[in-house]
Protein backbone atom coordinates (compact mmCIF):
# COMPACT_ATOMS: atom_id res chain seq x y z
CA UNK A 1 0.00 0.00 0.00
CA UNK A 2 1.08 3.23 -1.03
CA UNK A 3 2.01 6.05 1.81
CA UNK A 4 -0.49 8.83 1.38
CA UNK A 5 1.15 12.29 2.54
CA UNK A 6 -1.25 14.13 4.08
CA UNK A 7 0.06 18.25 3.76
CA UNK A 8 -1.17 20.80 6.58
CA UNK A 9 -3.02 23.86 4.31
CA UNK A 10 -0.77 26.51 5.50
CA UNK A 11 -1.88 29.03 3.62
CA UNK A 12 -5.33 30.92 3.47
CA UNK A 13 -6.78 32.50 0.69
CA UNK A 14 -9.84 33.89 1.57
CA UNK A 15 -11.26 36.92 0.46
CA UNK A 16 -11.20 39.92 2.12
CA UNK A 17 -14.11 42.12 2.60
CA UNK A 18 -14.59 45.31 1.83
CA UNK A 19 -14.78 47.70 4.83
CA UNK A 20 -18.78 48.53 5.83
CA UNK A 21 -19.13 52.66 6.15
CA UNK A 22 -18.53 52.49 9.66
CA UNK A 23 -15.40 50.47 9.86
CA UNK A 24 -13.82 52.63 7.24
CA UNK A 25 -15.01 55.76 9.05
CA UNK A 26 -13.32 54.08 12.45
CA UNK A 27 -10.08 53.46 10.70
CA UNK A 28 -10.69 56.58 9.25
CA UNK A 29 -10.37 58.16 12.18
CA UNK A 30 -7.48 56.15 14.17
CA UNK A 31 -5.00 56.59 11.02
CA UNK A 32 -3.87 60.17 11.03
CA UNK A 33 -2.22 60.00 7.11
CA UNK A 34 -5.90 58.92 6.32
CA UNK A 35 -8.08 61.72 8.13
CA UNK A 36 -5.36 64.36 6.94
CA UNK A 37 -4.08 64.85 10.39
CA UNK A 38 -0.34 65.08 10.84
CA UNK A 39 1.43 62.01 12.43
CA UNK A 40 4.77 61.80 14.55
CA UNK A 41 6.29 59.83 16.86
CA UNK A 42 4.33 61.62 19.87
CA UNK A 43 1.10 60.71 18.38
CA UNK A 44 -0.69 57.80 19.51
CA UNK A 45 -4.04 56.65 17.67
CA UNK A 46 -7.03 56.72 20.17
CA UNK A 47 -9.03 53.64 21.07
CA UNK A 48 -8.93 51.57 18.10
CA UNK A 49 -9.96 47.57 16.74
CA UNK A 50 -7.50 45.90 16.10
CA UNK A 51 -5.63 46.59 12.46
CA UNK A 52 -4.11 44.36 10.15
CA UNK A 53 -1.07 45.47 8.25
CA UNK A 54 0.16 42.93 5.46
CA UNK A 55 4.48 42.25 4.64
CA UNK A 56 6.01 40.45 1.66
CA UNK A 57 7.90 37.90 3.58
CA UNK A 58 10.53 37.84 1.03
CA UNK A 59 11.23 41.58 1.53
CA UNK A 60 10.27 41.90 5.60
CA UNK A 61 11.01 38.46 7.30
CA UNK A 62 13.86 37.01 5.14
CA UNK A 63 15.17 34.76 8.06
CA UNK A 64 11.61 33.05 8.03
CA UNK A 65 11.21 33.31 3.81
CA UNK A 66 14.86 31.18 4.15
CA UNK A 67 13.52 28.33 6.26
CA UNK A 68 10.09 28.75 3.76
CA UNK A 69 12.35 28.24 0.59
CA UNK A 70 14.53 25.04 2.18
CA UNK A 71 11.31 23.77 3.19
CA UNK A 72 9.60 24.54 -0.34
CA UNK A 73 12.27 23.21 -1.97
CA UNK A 74 12.87 20.08 0.12
CA UNK A 75 8.56 18.93 -0.59
CA UNK A 76 9.11 17.54 -4.11
CA UNK A 77 11.94 14.78 -2.58
CA UNK A 78 9.71 14.09 0.17
CA UNK A 79 6.70 13.21 -2.27
CA UNK A 80 9.24 11.28 -4.61
CA UNK A 81 10.46 9.48 -1.67
CA UNK A 82 7.17 8.69 -0.56
CA UNK A 83 5.60 7.60 -4.07
CA UNK A 84 3.03 10.52 -4.20
CA UNK A 85 2.35 11.11 -7.71
CA UNK A 86 0.59 13.98 -7.43
CA UNK A 87 2.35 17.31 -7.47
CA UNK A 88 0.16 19.64 -5.18
CA UNK A 89 2.39 22.71 -3.69
CA UNK A 90 1.10 23.10 -0.36
CA UNK A 91 3.96 25.94 -0.34
CA UNK A 92 2.87 28.44 -2.58
CA UNK A 93 5.93 31.31 -4.22
CA UNK A 94 4.20 33.90 -2.72
CA UNK A 95 3.54 34.27 1.25
CA UNK A 96 2.37 37.21 2.95
CA UNK A 97 2.36 37.72 6.45
CA UNK A 98 -0.79 38.83 7.76
CA UNK A 99 0.30 41.00 11.47
CA UNK A 100 -2.46 42.36 13.27
CA UNK A 101 -2.00 45.37 16.15
CA UNK A 102 -4.03 46.06 18.72
CA UNK A 103 -4.58 48.87 20.74
CA UNK A 104 -2.74 52.52 19.86
CA UNK A 105 0.13 52.32 18.59
CA UNK A 106 2.55 54.95 16.68
CA UNK A 107 4.80 54.85 13.60
CA UNK A 108 7.79 54.65 15.70
CA UNK A 109 6.20 51.69 17.00
CA UNK A 110 5.41 50.47 13.18
CA UNK A 111 9.31 50.76 12.13
CA UNK A 112 10.07 48.05 15.18
CA UNK A 113 8.39 45.47 13.23
CA UNK A 114 9.97 46.06 9.77
CA UNK A 115 11.46 49.13 7.86
CA UNK A 116 8.97 49.14 5.77
CA UNK A 117 5.02 49.85 6.73
CA UNK A 118 3.00 47.00 6.29
CA UNK A 119 0.27 46.95 3.74
CA UNK A 120 -3.06 47.99 4.61
CA UNK A 121 -4.65 45.68 1.74
CA UNK A 122 -3.92 42.43 1.00
CA UNK A 123 -1.23 41.74 -2.06
CA UNK A 124 -2.50 40.50 -4.78
CA UNK A 125 -1.18 37.02 -6.21
CA UNK A 126 -0.25 35.99 -2.99
CA UNK A 127 -1.31 33.63 0.00
CA UNK A 128 -1.46 34.20 3.85
CA UNK A 129 0.65 32.42 5.54
CA UNK A 130 -1.24 30.77 8.49
CA UNK A 131 0.61 32.17 11.72
CA UNK A 132 -0.67 35.38 11.81
CA UNK A 133 0.76 37.44 15.53
CA UNK A 134 -1.43 39.62 17.02
CA UNK A 135 0.85 42.34 18.64
CA UNK A 136 0.44 44.97 20.93
CA UNK A 137 2.69 47.69 22.23
CA UNK A 138 2.49 48.82 25.83
CA UNK A 139 3.27 52.42 25.28
CA UNK A 140 1.27 55.00 28.35
CA UNK A 141 -1.26 51.84 28.73
CA UNK A 142 -1.62 50.38 32.34
CA UNK A 143 -0.18 46.85 32.50
CA UNK A 144 -3.34 45.15 32.78
CA UNK A 145 -4.89 47.36 29.86
CA UNK A 146 -2.08 46.17 27.37
CA UNK A 147 -2.50 42.30 28.36
CA UNK A 148 -6.76 42.97 28.15
CA UNK A 149 -5.76 44.31 24.44
CA UNK A 150 -4.28 40.88 23.36
CA UNK A 151 -7.88 39.08 24.35
CA UNK A 152 -9.57 40.86 22.11
CA UNK A 153 -8.69 38.19 19.46
CA UNK A 154 -8.39 34.51 19.39
CA UNK A 155 -5.07 34.65 17.89
CA UNK A 156 -2.10 31.92 17.19
CA UNK A 157 -0.05 33.88 18.72
CA UNK A 158 0.14 36.80 20.82
CA UNK A 159 3.08 39.66 21.60
CA UNK A 160 3.06 42.14 24.78
CA UNK A 161 5.57 44.82 23.45
CA UNK A 162 6.67 46.82 26.89
CA UNK A 163 7.63 50.28 27.22
CA UNK A 164 11.51 50.19 27.61
CA UNK A 165 14.42 48.40 26.73
CA UNK A 166 14.09 46.19 29.33
CA UNK A 167 12.30 42.84 29.76
CA UNK A 168 11.89 41.09 32.93
CA UNK A 169 10.65 36.96 32.56
CA UNK A 170 8.79 37.28 35.75
CA UNK A 171 6.81 40.04 33.87
CA UNK A 172 5.22 37.56 32.00
CA UNK A 173 1.70 36.04 34.08
CA UNK A 174 0.22 34.41 31.31
CA UNK A 175 2.33 31.38 28.90
CA UNK A 176 0.50 32.04 26.12
CA UNK A 177 1.92 35.91 25.91
CA UNK A 178 5.35 36.49 24.27
CA UNK A 179 6.56 39.39 26.28
CA UNK A 180 9.51 41.32 24.79
CA UNK A 181 11.13 44.82 25.69
CA UNK A 182 11.10 48.00 22.85
CA UNK A 183 13.99 46.30 21.10
CA UNK A 184 13.69 45.60 17.24
CA UNK A 185 15.93 42.11 17.38
CA UNK A 186 13.66 41.07 20.20
CA UNK A 187 10.45 41.85 18.23
CA UNK A 188 11.20 40.66 14.77
CA UNK A 189 12.44 37.06 16.90
CA UNK A 190 9.45 36.35 18.61
CA UNK A 191 7.47 36.96 15.12
CA UNK A 192 9.82 35.31 13.52
CA UNK A 193 9.40 32.28 16.38
CA UNK A 194 5.47 32.44 15.46
CA UNK A 195 5.78 31.96 11.88
CA UNK A 196 8.08 29.37 12.34
CA UNK A 197 5.81 26.88 13.89
CA UNK A 198 4.06 25.46 11.10
CA UNK A 199 6.92 24.58 9.17
CA UNK A 200 8.12 22.64 12.23
CA UNK A 201 4.53 21.05 12.00
CA UNK A 202 5.19 20.08 7.88
CA UNK A 203 8.46 18.67 8.64
CA UNK A 204 7.59 16.88 11.38
CA UNK A 205 4.86 15.23 9.38
CA UNK A 206 7.39 14.10 6.87
CA UNK A 207 9.46 13.00 9.28
CA UNK A 208 6.90 10.51 10.84
CA UNK A 209 5.59 9.51 7.62
CA UNK A 210 8.87 8.83 6.37
CA UNK A 211 10.00 6.81 9.03
CA UNK A 212 6.49 4.87 8.77
CA UNK A 213 7.21 3.91 5.34
CA UNK A 214 10.65 2.26 6.30
CA UNK A 215 14.05 3.15 5.77
CA UNK A 216 16.09 2.84 2.71
CA UNK A 217 18.90 4.82 1.05
CA UNK A 218 16.52 7.55 -0.28
CA UNK A 219 15.01 8.13 2.57
CA UNK A 220 17.70 8.36 5.05
CA UNK A 221 18.97 11.36 3.01
CA UNK A 222 15.63 13.18 2.64
CA UNK A 223 15.58 12.58 6.43
CA UNK A 224 19.50 14.35 7.16
CA UNK A 225 18.14 17.03 4.83
CA UNK A 226 14.88 17.93 6.90
CA UNK A 227 16.92 18.50 10.22
CA UNK A 228 19.29 20.26 8.48
CA UNK A 229 16.69 22.51 7.77
CA UNK A 230 15.06 22.33 11.26
CA UNK A 231 18.64 23.32 12.66
CA UNK A 232 17.98 26.51 11.28
CA UNK A 233 14.84 27.81 12.32
CA UNK A 234 15.31 28.11 16.05
CA UNK A 235 16.23 31.63 16.88
CA UNK A 236 19.99 31.61 17.54
CA UNK A 237 21.15 32.57 20.60
CA UNK A 238 24.60 32.78 19.86
CA UNK A 239 26.42 35.61 21.26
CA UNK A 240 27.63 38.11 18.49
CA UNK A 241 30.97 38.14 18.33
CA UNK A 242 32.22 39.87 15.69
CA UNK A 243 35.74 39.89 16.07
CA UNK A 244 37.69 42.01 14.04
CA UNK A 245 40.59 38.98 13.83
CA UNK A 246 39.93 35.98 12.26
CA UNK A 247 42.60 33.81 14.39
CA UNK A 248 40.65 33.41 17.26
CA UNK A 249 40.74 30.89 19.98
CA UNK A 250 39.74 27.38 18.88
CA UNK A 251 36.45 25.99 20.42
CA UNK A 252 36.81 22.65 18.00
CA UNK A 253 37.37 19.72 20.44
CA UNK A 254 37.36 16.25 19.14
CA UNK A 255 34.26 13.97 20.11
CA UNK A 256 35.90 11.26 19.23
CA UNK A 257 38.11 9.87 22.68
CA UNK A 258 41.59 9.80 21.82
CA UNK A 259 41.66 6.12 23.19
CA UNK A 260 39.54 5.26 20.03
CA UNK A 261 41.54 7.33 17.73
CA UNK A 262 45.02 5.66 18.67
CA UNK A 263 43.88 2.24 18.41
CA UNK A 264 42.35 2.76 15.08
CA UNK A 265 45.28 4.84 13.69
CA UNK A 266 47.88 1.83 14.73
CA UNK A 267 45.55 -0.88 12.99
CA UNK A 268 47.34 -1.27 9.00
CA UNK A 269 44.06 -2.55 7.63
CA UNK A 270 41.95 1.11 8.89
CA UNK A 271 41.72 3.53 6.09
CA UNK A 272 39.68 5.93 7.59
CA UNK A 273 37.42 6.58 10.30
CA UNK A 274 34.75 9.34 11.25
CA UNK A 275 31.43 10.38 12.52
CA UNK A 276 28.56 10.10 10.06
CA UNK A 277 24.96 12.02 10.47
CA UNK A 278 25.84 12.86 14.09
CA UNK A 279 24.73 9.42 15.54
CA UNK A 280 26.83 6.85 13.67
CA UNK A 281 30.65 6.05 13.88
CA UNK A 282 32.11 4.62 10.64
CA UNK A 283 35.29 2.77 10.04
CA UNK A 284 36.14 1.50 6.90
CA UNK A 285 38.43 -1.22 6.63
CA UNK A 286 40.22 -3.25 3.58
CA UNK A 287 38.75 -6.95 2.73
CA UNK A 288 40.41 -9.33 5.40
CA UNK A 289 39.49 -7.80 8.47
CA UNK A 290 37.86 -9.37 11.12
CA UNK A 291 34.90 -7.10 11.77
CA UNK A 292 33.57 -8.95 14.62
CA UNK A 293 37.06 -8.64 16.05
CA UNK A 294 37.35 -4.66 15.51
CA UNK A 295 34.14 -4.20 16.90
CA UNK A 296 34.98 -6.33 20.62
CA UNK A 297 37.78 -4.54 20.40
CA UNK A 298 36.10 -0.61 19.95
CA UNK A 299 33.77 -1.53 22.37
CA UNK A 300 36.19 -2.47 25.22
CA UNK A 301 38.23 0.31 24.48
CA UNK A 302 35.69 3.00 25.14
CA UNK A 303 31.94 1.04 26.28
CA UNK A 304 30.12 4.79 26.87
CA UNK A 305 31.36 5.99 23.91
CA UNK A 306 30.00 3.22 21.37
CA UNK A 307 26.40 3.51 24.43
CA UNK A 308 25.98 6.77 22.29
CA UNK A 309 26.97 6.03 18.50
CA UNK A 310 26.33 3.27 16.52
CA UNK A 311 29.57 1.11 15.15
CA UNK A 312 29.28 0.80 11.47
CA UNK A 313 32.58 -1.68 9.88
CA UNK A 314 32.78 -1.51 6.14
CA UNK A 315 35.28 -3.20 3.83
CA UNK A 316 35.26 -0.61 1.58
CA UNK A 317 37.71 2.61 0.84
CA UNK A 318 37.01 6.39 -0.13
CA UNK A 319 39.84 7.90 -2.02
CA UNK A 320 39.61 11.80 -2.69
CA UNK A 321 40.22 13.10 -5.69
CA UNK A 322 41.14 16.62 -6.16
CA UNK A 323 38.57 19.41 -7.66
CA UNK A 324 40.30 20.84 -11.23
CA UNK A 325 38.50 21.91 -14.26
CA UNK A 326 38.94 23.14 -16.87
CA UNK A 327 37.93 27.90 -17.64
CA UNK A 328 38.32 28.06 -13.94
CA UNK A 329 38.49 31.74 -12.74
CA UNK A 330 41.81 31.11 -10.53
CA UNK A 331 44.86 29.96 -12.47
CA UNK A 332 48.14 28.97 -11.67
CA UNK A 333 49.25 28.87 -15.20
CA UNK A 334 48.47 30.85 -18.25
CA UNK A 335 46.97 28.49 -21.06
CA UNK A 336 48.80 28.46 -24.61
CA UNK A 337 47.93 28.12 -28.26
CA UNK A 338 49.05 24.11 -27.79
CA UNK A 339 47.89 23.68 -24.33
CA UNK A 340 44.99 24.86 -22.38
CA UNK A 341 44.94 24.91 -18.87
CA UNK A 342 44.70 21.87 -16.39
CA UNK A 343 45.50 23.76 -13.17
CA UNK A 344 42.31 25.85 -12.63
CA UNK A 345 40.56 26.64 -9.41
CA UNK A 346 38.12 28.85 -7.35
CA UNK A 347 38.53 32.01 -5.61
CA UNK A 348 37.26 31.32 -2.22
CA UNK A 349 36.80 34.74 -0.85
CA UNK A 350 39.16 37.97 0.48
CA UNK A 351 40.89 38.73 3.66
CA UNK A 352 42.56 41.48 4.73
CA UNK A 353 45.42 42.62 6.52
CA UNK A 354 43.92 44.49 9.61
CA UNK A 355 47.02 47.05 10.07
CA UNK A 356 47.38 48.20 6.31
CA UNK A 357 45.53 47.24 3.11
CA UNK A 358 47.01 43.89 2.04
CA UNK A 359 44.76 41.91 -0.05
CA UNK A 360 44.84 37.96 -0.04
CA UNK A 361 42.58 35.55 -1.94
CA UNK A 362 41.97 32.16 -0.73
CA UNK A 363 42.06 29.28 -2.81
CA UNK A 364 43.91 25.35 -2.33
CA UNK A 365 47.17 24.39 -2.56
CA UNK A 366 46.81 21.41 -4.80
CA UNK A 367 46.02 24.27 -7.00
CA UNK A 368 49.48 27.17 -6.16
CA UNK A 369 51.60 24.06 -4.53
CA UNK A 370 54.29 26.36 -4.08
CA UNK A 371 55.20 29.81 -3.14
CA UNK A 372 55.81 32.65 -5.56
CA UNK A 373 53.83 31.37 -8.31
CA UNK A 374 51.81 34.17 -10.29
CA UNK A 375 47.85 33.97 -10.04
CA UNK A 376 45.84 34.45 -12.99
CA UNK A 377 42.04 35.72 -13.38
CA UNK A 378 40.05 36.02 -16.62
CA UNK A 379 38.20 38.75 -16.95
CA UNK A 380 36.96 41.29 -19.65
CA UNK A 381 39.92 42.07 -20.96
CA UNK A 382 41.47 38.22 -21.33
CA UNK A 383 43.53 37.04 -18.19
CA UNK A 384 45.41 39.35 -16.18
CA UNK A 385 47.77 38.05 -13.27
CA UNK A 386 46.10 39.36 -10.12
CA UNK A 387 48.82 38.80 -7.67
CA UNK A 388 51.59 36.01 -6.33
CA UNK A 389 51.54 32.80 -3.57
CA UNK A 390 52.50 33.97 -0.59
CA UNK A 391 51.54 30.93 1.72
CA UNK A 392 50.66 27.18 0.56
CA UNK A 393 50.18 24.15 3.08
CA UNK A 394 48.74 20.73 3.59
CA UNK A 395 49.80 20.52 7.31
CA UNK A 396 46.76 19.40 9.43
CA UNK A 397 44.59 18.47 6.85
CA UNK A 398 44.52 21.42 5.24
CA UNK A 399 44.45 22.18 1.53
CA UNK A 400 45.36 25.72 1.52
CA UNK A 401 46.85 28.59 -0.42
CA UNK A 402 47.10 32.56 0.26
CA UNK A 403 47.86 35.17 -2.79
CA UNK A 404 48.47 38.41 -2.07
CA UNK A 405 46.97 40.56 -4.74
CA UNK A 406 48.62 42.78 -6.85
CA UNK A 407 48.32 46.62 -5.38
CA UNK A 408 47.37 47.87 -9.27
CA UNK A 409 44.42 44.63 -9.07
CA UNK A 410 43.34 45.60 -5.68
CA UNK A 411 40.42 48.29 -6.95
CA UNK A 412 39.00 45.69 -9.41
CA UNK A 413 38.44 43.17 -6.37
CA UNK A 414 34.72 42.97 -4.81
CA UNK A 415 36.69 42.13 -1.06
CA UNK A 416 32.68 41.77 0.20
CA UNK A 417 31.39 38.10 1.04
CA UNK A 418 28.44 36.73 -0.44
CA UNK A 419 25.74 34.97 0.94
CA UNK A 420 22.64 32.98 -0.58
CA UNK A 421 21.45 34.56 -3.51
CA UNK A 422 24.32 36.06 -3.75
CA UNK A 423 23.99 38.93 -1.79
CA UNK A 424 26.63 40.60 0.08
CA UNK A 425 27.23 40.37 3.56
CA UNK A 426 29.67 40.71 6.58
CA UNK A 427 31.56 37.27 7.10
CA UNK A 428 33.46 35.86 10.65
CA UNK A 429 34.82 32.91 11.20
CA UNK A 430 33.16 29.80 13.17
CA UNK A 431 35.97 28.11 15.36
CA UNK A 432 32.72 25.93 17.08
CA UNK A 433 31.70 22.42 16.73
CA UNK A 434 29.60 21.62 13.58
CA UNK A 435 27.40 19.09 14.70
CA UNK A 436 24.62 22.40 15.25
CA UNK A 437 25.24 23.56 11.57
CA UNK A 438 22.06 23.20 9.49
CA UNK A 439 22.12 23.91 6.10
CA UNK A 440 25.50 24.83 4.55
CA UNK A 441 26.36 26.77 1.29
CA UNK A 442 29.37 26.96 -1.11
CA UNK A 443 29.65 29.51 -4.17
CA UNK A 444 32.10 28.14 -6.87
CA UNK A 445 33.38 28.78 -10.27
CA UNK A 446 31.55 26.00 -11.62
CA UNK A 447 29.10 25.16 -10.07
CA UNK A 448 28.02 28.43 -8.51
CA UNK A 449 26.12 28.70 -5.61
CA UNK A 450 24.98 25.31 -3.88
CA UNK A 451 23.76 23.98 -0.78
CA UNK A 452 24.07 20.89 1.24
CA UNK A 453 24.35 19.22 4.72
CA UNK A 454 27.28 18.13 6.98
CA UNK A 455 27.10 14.49 6.62
CA UNK A 456 30.44 13.70 8.68
CA UNK A 457 31.33 16.22 10.86
CA UNK A 458 34.32 14.75 11.84
CA UNK A 459 36.50 12.43 9.49
CA UNK A 460 39.78 11.14 9.23
CA UNK A 461 41.32 9.41 6.18
CA UNK A 462 44.48 7.41 6.82
CA UNK A 463 44.66 7.10 2.94
CA UNK A 464 45.54 9.92 2.49
CA UNK A 465 48.38 10.59 5.17
CA UNK A 466 48.70 7.99 7.77
CA UNK A 467 50.54 10.09 10.11
CA UNK A 468 47.89 12.99 10.13
CA UNK A 469 45.74 13.69 13.42
CA UNK A 470 43.67 16.35 11.99
CA UNK A 471 40.05 15.57 10.81
CA UNK A 472 38.20 16.68 7.59
CA UNK A 473 34.40 17.18 7.35
CA UNK A 474 32.32 16.02 4.25
CA UNK A 475 29.02 17.75 2.96
CA UNK A 476 26.37 16.54 0.84
CA UNK A 477 25.11 18.25 -1.42
CA UNK A 478 21.05 18.68 -1.35
CA UNK A 479 19.15 18.23 -4.58
CA UNK A 480 22.03 17.99 -6.61
CA UNK A 481 26.05 17.79 -6.01
CA UNK A 482 27.51 20.65 -3.59
CA UNK A 483 30.86 20.78 -5.54
CA UNK A 484 32.37 19.63 -8.66
CA UNK A 485 35.94 19.62 -10.48
CA UNK A 486 37.25 23.61 -10.39
CA UNK A 487 34.96 23.99 -7.04
CA UNK A 488 37.74 23.72 -4.87
CA UNK A 489 39.15 26.48 -2.84
CA UNK A 490 35.43 27.82 -2.52
CA UNK A 491 34.81 28.78 1.30
CA UNK A 492 32.12 26.56 3.12
CA UNK A 493 29.73 29.14 5.24
CA UNK A 494 26.29 28.97 6.69
CA UNK A 495 24.06 31.80 7.39
CA UNK A 496 23.30 32.70 11.03
CA UNK A 497 20.11 35.27 12.11
CA UNK A 498 22.66 38.52 12.17
CA UNK A 499 23.63 40.34 9.16
CA UNK A 500 26.85 38.03 8.45
CA UNK A 501 27.53 34.21 7.67
CA UNK A 502 29.59 31.69 9.26
CA UNK A 503 32.57 30.95 7.85
CA UNK A 504 33.91 27.08 8.95
CA UNK A 505 35.75 25.45 5.77
CA UNK A 506 36.59 25.14 2.39
CA UNK A 507 36.09 22.83 -0.70
CA UNK A 508 39.23 20.90 -1.48
CA UNK A 509 38.05 17.86 -3.24
CA UNK A 510 34.52 15.62 -4.76
CA UNK A 511 33.08 13.21 -5.79
CA UNK A 512 35.17 10.37 -3.84
CA UNK A 513 35.83 6.57 -5.96
CA UNK A 514 34.25 4.53 -3.41
CA UNK A 515 35.62 1.06 -4.12
CA UNK A 516 35.70 -2.51 -3.12
CA UNK A 517 37.86 -3.76 -0.99
CA UNK A 518 38.97 -6.26 -3.52
CA UNK A 519 42.97 -5.41 -3.28
CA UNK A 520 44.82 -5.57 -0.41
CA UNK A 521 47.62 -3.21 -1.95
CA UNK A 522 47.46 -0.01 -0.06
CA UNK A 523 48.58 1.99 -2.69
CA UNK A 524 46.08 1.48 -4.98
CA UNK A 525 43.69 4.33 -5.55
CA UNK A 526 46.24 6.88 -3.98
CA UNK A 527 46.65 10.18 -5.54
CA UNK A 528 50.07 11.73 -6.03
CA UNK A 529 48.86 14.78 -5.36
CA UNK A 530 47.99 13.62 -1.96
CA UNK A 531 51.14 12.09 -1.43
CA UNK A 532 50.54 8.84 -2.55
CA UNK A 533 51.46 6.87 -5.54
CA UNK A 534 50.36 4.32 -8.33
CA UNK A 535 51.32 2.15 -10.71
CA UNK A 536 50.91 2.59 -14.13
CA UNK A 537 48.22 -0.53 -15.07
CA UNK A 538 45.89 1.06 -12.40
CA UNK A 539 46.12 4.42 -13.55
CA UNK A 540 42.91 4.21 -15.34
CA UNK A 541 40.90 1.56 -13.70
CA UNK A 542 41.62 3.10 -9.94
CA UNK A 543 41.27 6.87 -10.36
CA UNK A 544 39.42 7.70 -13.45
CA UNK A 545 35.62 9.16 -12.84
CA UNK A 546 33.09 6.52 -13.67
CA UNK A 547 31.43 8.33 -16.44
CA UNK A 548 27.40 7.31 -17.01
CA UNK A 549 28.65 4.49 -20.18
CA UNK A 550 31.67 3.65 -18.34
CA UNK A 551 32.12 -0.18 -17.47
CA UNK A 552 33.52 -0.34 -13.88
CA UNK A 553 35.37 -2.83 -13.06
CA UNK A 554 37.32 -2.25 -9.56
CA UNK A 555 34.88 0.16 -8.32
CA UNK A 556 30.95 -0.35 -7.14
CA UNK A 557 29.04 3.13 -6.94
CA UNK A 558 28.42 4.63 -3.58
CA UNK A 559 24.67 3.56 -3.73
CA UNK A 560 25.52 -0.35 -2.96
CA UNK A 561 28.05 0.05 -0.34
CA UNK A 562 27.13 3.30 1.72
CA UNK A 563 23.71 5.12 2.62
CA UNK A 564 25.25 8.81 0.36
CA UNK A 565 25.69 8.85 -2.89
CA UNK A 566 29.43 9.79 -4.01
CA UNK A 567 28.45 12.27 -6.41
CA UNK A 568 27.11 14.45 -3.97
CA UNK A 569 30.16 14.50 -1.57
CA UNK A 570 32.45 16.89 -0.83
CA UNK A 571 35.61 16.97 1.34
CA UNK A 572 36.45 20.20 3.07
CA UNK A 573 38.35 21.73 5.88
CA UNK A 574 38.24 23.64 8.74
CA UNK A 575 39.39 27.09 7.55
CA UNK A 576 39.96 27.97 11.28
CA UNK A 577 43.77 25.53 11.11
CA UNK A 578 44.78 26.92 7.88
CA UNK A 579 44.33 30.94 8.72
CA UNK A 580 46.32 29.48 12.04
CA UNK A 581 48.95 27.97 10.23
CA UNK A 582 49.05 31.25 7.79
CA UNK A 583 49.54 33.42 11.00
CA UNK A 584 52.34 31.68 12.38
CA UNK A 585 54.08 31.49 8.96
CA UNK A 586 53.89 35.43 8.67
CA UNK A 587 54.86 36.50 12.48
CA UNK A 588 53.78 36.77 15.90
CA UNK A 589 51.62 40.42 14.48
CA UNK A 590 49.87 39.28 11.97
CA UNK A 591 46.17 39.37 11.86
CA UNK A 592 43.50 39.25 8.78
CA UNK A 593 40.14 39.10 8.44
CA UNK A 594 37.02 39.06 5.93
CA UNK A 595 35.14 42.40 5.21
CA UNK A 596 32.95 42.99 8.64
CA UNK A 597 32.39 46.51 7.96
CA UNK A 598 29.46 46.75 5.69
CA UNK A 599 26.22 48.61 7.68
CA UNK A 600 23.27 46.10 8.09
CA UNK A 601 21.14 47.87 5.35
CA UNK A 602 24.05 46.94 3.22
CA UNK A 603 24.65 43.50 4.04
CA UNK A 604 20.83 43.12 3.13
CA UNK A 605 21.14 44.59 -0.17
CA UNK A 606 20.49 43.25 -3.33
CA UNK A 607 23.40 42.39 -5.02
CA UNK A 608 24.63 44.83 -7.63
CA UNK A 609 26.02 42.83 -10.25
Not at 58 to 83: E, I
Not at 192 to 217: F, H, T
Not at 455 to 470: H, V
Amino acid sequence: MQSILHLPRICSDDPLLPLTKEQYEMRRITDPQKSGAKMTSDSVNIESPIEYFYYKAAKDFKDFFHAYNLTRDCQSRVQWVLKRNDQINTLSTGVVIKIGIAGRFTEDNLSLISKRRGNEQMFENYQIWQASPLLCFQNDLPWESALKNLNKDNACHRILIKSGNFCDESDNPNESITIVSQNKEEIKEAIVCCLEEPLNRIIQDWLDLIKAAGSNRHASGIIDEILAIRKQMPVNKRKDKLSPSLVSSVNTKSRIPENVKDYLFQKLDVHSFGLWRNSIFKVFVSKKTDEENLKFELMRINEPFFSKYLLDVEKKKIVETPTMKQGDPLLSKLPTKDRECDVEGTLGGFITKTDNNEIYALTCNHIFPVRNQKAYADDSYGFQEVGTCVFTTRENSCDFAAIEVMESFVDKCDLAFRKTMRKRTNARVYDEHLENIGVVYKIGAITNLTKGYILSSEYYDKLKDENNRDYIFLVQGIGNCFSKDGDSGSLVFSRSRKNYVDVFGMVSGSNPEVHDEDSEDENVGHNPEFGGSKSPETEETELSPIKQDDKPTTHMSASKVMDDDPEGISFCYRITTALELFKRSQGEHFAVKFKDDLPSSSSESEDSN
